[in-house]
């Protein structure tokens, strides 16, 4: 087990990871993801209503995040309970994370539309229990 405070700073100075959710049959689905390590010490991602993992979450909120060291000998994975976040408060959620990991939009009002039309919403996942090969 790695120190939940010092997996948290190794996974904030990245953005790529996998996330492992969990199938119906029980097998891992992976899925290449953009996240951001929130202030708040949960991992934020943005994700469509439509997606194999939103449906596996929302069944079994178990998750796994994946991050890559500088070499292969160098890893983490992040295991926790992921959340959604949608509703009331979901386009400024959106946003920051948008703004956290990408910078400022050049249309918001564009971003904004392309969220709905695209049906996303944020996940949250707290970070329980780490483990993995880091510096």
Do not use: C
């Amino acid at each position: 087990m790695i120190d939940l405070e010092r997996a948290r700073q190794f996974i904030r100075v990245r953005h790529d990871g996998i996330l492992a959710t969990i199938k119906r049959d029980g097998r891992p689905q992976l899925s290449n993801v953009l996240y951001l390590m929130d202030d708040d010490g949960r991992v934020k991602i943005s994700v469509t209503q439509t997606r194999a993992k939103t449906h596996n979450l929302r069944r079994d909120p178990r998750a796994s995040l994946h991050v890559q060291g500088r070499d292969r000998y160098e890893y983490l994975v992040a295991e926790g309970t992921a959340e959604f976040i949608e509703g009331g408060g979901l386009a400024e959620a959106l946003r920051h994370y948008y703004r956290k990991v990408r910078g400022e939009h050049p249309d918001w009002a564009e971003y904004d539309a392309a969220m709905v039309a695209d049906q996303r919403l944020l996940l949250s996942i707290s970070v329980e229990y780490a483990y993995g090969q880091i510096r």
